[in-house]
């Protein structure tokens, strides 16, 4: 069984740029989440695809978008990056049908914007 | 709005002693609470869940509505306990998952 892979492990880009993280989500499963995660806090929930639709998003503005691919696979794609951006992205897959609270966690992408 | 807090930053203890992980949460519906951890070095995984009202690496944690609690329990903590702890509020359909800030353990020999 293979697990959530996540890739860049690490990214530095400047303040305006666009960054595009990607997801392999674990063997199995169809449910993709992604969180952003500052240093010192808990990760936030920015959203979550399903069927490669948004089915369910945080506090996030627009500027934050993804994509989910037929193998479920997916992408965060990030616009117009602030320095307030810099973080840890970990993304989260689960199995909708099975249970859906049962999500598996990548290692994460360290973002840092300057 | 769903909330989750976790009030200790960081809790030190000694090997054998008892732990309790605090975490309260805000939500209108009925709640599924969870608790995840991460070890040194390690991705994020689930510890226990309230549903399933098991008891994994000697946790457990109950789920008490009236005072909104599911604190983290452990009756003798061991060295390899020492880790980041995440109370977490589940959403409809697993959406919105809320995490809390995180505690600290360390386990001290």
Redesign the interface.
């Known amino acids: 069984e293979t697990g959530?892979t996540q890739s860049p492990t690490h990214l530095i880009k400047t303040r305006g740029q666009q960054v595009t993280l990607r997801c392999s989500s674990q063997s199995g499963h169809n449910?993709v989440?992604w969180?952003q995660q500052a240093l010192?806090?808990?990760?936030?929930?920015i959203f979550?695809y399903y069927r490669e639709e948004e089915?369910?998003?945080?506090n996030f503005p627009p500027r934050f978008s993804g994509l989910q691919f037929p193998n479920y696979s997916s992408e965060l794609n990030v616009n117009a990056l602030e320095l307030d951006d810099s973080a840890l992205y970990?993304c989260?897959s689960?199995k909708?049908g099975g249970d859906?609270?049962?999500?598996?966690?990548?290692?994460?992408t360290r973002l840092t914007v300057t | 709005a769903q909330r989750v807090t976790q009030p200790e930053k960081l809790l030190s203890v000694f090997k054998g002693a008892p732990v309790e992980l605090k975490c309260n949460y805000s939500y209108s519906g009925s709640p599924e609470l969870f608790w995840y951890v991460q070890y040194s070095r390690q991705r994020l995984q689930l510890l226990l869940r309230h549903i399933s009202r098991e008891s994994i690496k000697g946790f457990t944690a109950d789920l008490n509505k009236g005072e909104t609690s599911f604190h983290l329990k452990k009756p003798f903590a061991q060295e390899e306990d020492s880790a980041m702890y995440y109370c977490a509020l589940g959403g409809n359909y697993g959406q919105n998952f809320v995490f809390g800030p995180g505690t600290r353990l360390s386990v001290l020999p």
């Open positions: 959530v449910t989440s969180y010192g806090q808990g990760p936030q929930f979550q089915n369910g998003r945080g970990l989260a689960s909708t859906i609270y049962e999500q598996y966690f990548g290692p994460g």
